[in-house]
């Protein structure tokens, strides 16, 4: 009953936050790199943020580190969603949300080698969530898809206070309810991008380390792909990859190709979610199986990601 009511709460929040961002103009206008053509209310993910905040003041203040970083990531992407905020302001409170992580994290007593490791792997995976929100229900389905294996994971390891997990989904749920349709009554915006991929990479972060298994990172292989490879394409066209563009594959395929966007988004939620499942049962298996298992699966994904993108730039002359 308690989750039933922290998800109306959670609904009734985005309907307040619509009366805010409506008064204030807190809009996204579509432009030449839009995916969509009306103008729509821009950080209706501010409700990751929310339902973190219950968390952590009914866990009585669990996590305050994290939370620390949560809010600092939480306010700089808020203010750069209205304002537009310099890069280097940016990557300060990013520098600034990840030593926090570590911190909570405990990745000070052990070798210096992992700070360096984890700002790259969190700055670079939260830029990737946030280039990944171009579409009706994405951010909303592949959230939703990697809470699930959290959730998965942690009823076989326990590794973390399942609650944490339980209002991350009902705040994900939440949003979906305004995002996940063809006419979006909102957008995640940077705050929703930004301060998500920030809660799973906590939760990822401590499964990984009580474990020990790098295994778990592939419970973001499909986002990580798509960014990857499409950074590599506009590195060697010579684009600016901090640019604002609309050439990843998901991008292609509803834009371009004209797939309904929301199956899109569920497709790669889906896909994500079965490779999830595969690797919590590889991660019971031998080290040497597991590390063939990755390198197989990265070779596929990749070959079958390079085989789609290539067939539709050529389809649609978009070289």
């Not at 009823?155 to 944490?164: L, M, N, S, V």
């Not at 049962?281 to 990755?294: G, I, K, P």
Request: charge should be positive.
């Amino acid at each position: 009953m308690i989750y039933i009511l922290l998800l109306i709460a959670f609904i009734v929040f985005e309907l307040l936050y619509f009366r805010v961002a409506d008064r204030y103009n807190i809009i996204d206008k579509p432009n030449e790199r839009s995916s969509h053509t009306d103008v729509t209310l821009r950080g209706g993910g501010i409700v990751f943020y929310f339902s973190a905040l219950v968390y952590f003041v009914v866990s009585d203040f669990a996590n305050p580190w994290f939370f620390i970083g949560l809010t600092l990531m939480t306010l700089v992407s808020f203010a750069d969603d209205i304002l537009t905020l310099s890069n280097k302001l940016r990557l300060l409170v990013h520098f600034t949300a990840v030593l926090l992580m570590a911190y909570e994290l405990q990745l000070f007593d052990l070798s210096w080698i992992y700070l360096p490791i984890a700002f790259v792997v969190v700055v670079g995976v939260i830029n990737a969530y946030n280039f990944m929100d171009g579409i009706n229900g994405i951010t909303a389905a592949y959230s939703l898809s990697v809470a699930s294996l959290l959730w998965l994971a942690n009823q076989k390891i326990a590794f973390i206070d399942p609650d944490f997990l339980l209002y991350t989904v009902l705040g994900i749920l939440a949003f979906s309810i305004f995002n996940f349709r063809m006419k979006a009554k909102c957008f995640a915006g940077d705050v929703g991008s930004v301060s998500i991929a920030y809660i799973l990479l906590f939760a990822l972060g401590i499964l990984i380390l009580q474990t020990g298994n790098l295994l778990y990172i592939l419970f973001l292989s499909v986002y990580g792909l798509d960014a990857v490879w499409t950074i590599i394409r506009r590195l060697f066209k010579r684009e600016n990859i901090f640019k604002a563009h609309r050439s990843h594959l998901y991008q292609y395929l509803a834009n371009e190709a004209k797939v309904n966007k929301l199956v899109v988004s569920g497709l790669y939620a889906i896909l994500q979610f079965v490779v999830g499942l595969i690797v919590l049962y590889v991660a019971d298996l031998e080290a040497h199986v597991q590390l063939r298992f990755a390198i197989c699966l990265l070779i596929m994904l990749s070959a079958l990601y390079l085989y789609f993108k290539s067939f539709i730039i050529k389809k649609y002359n978009l070289l």
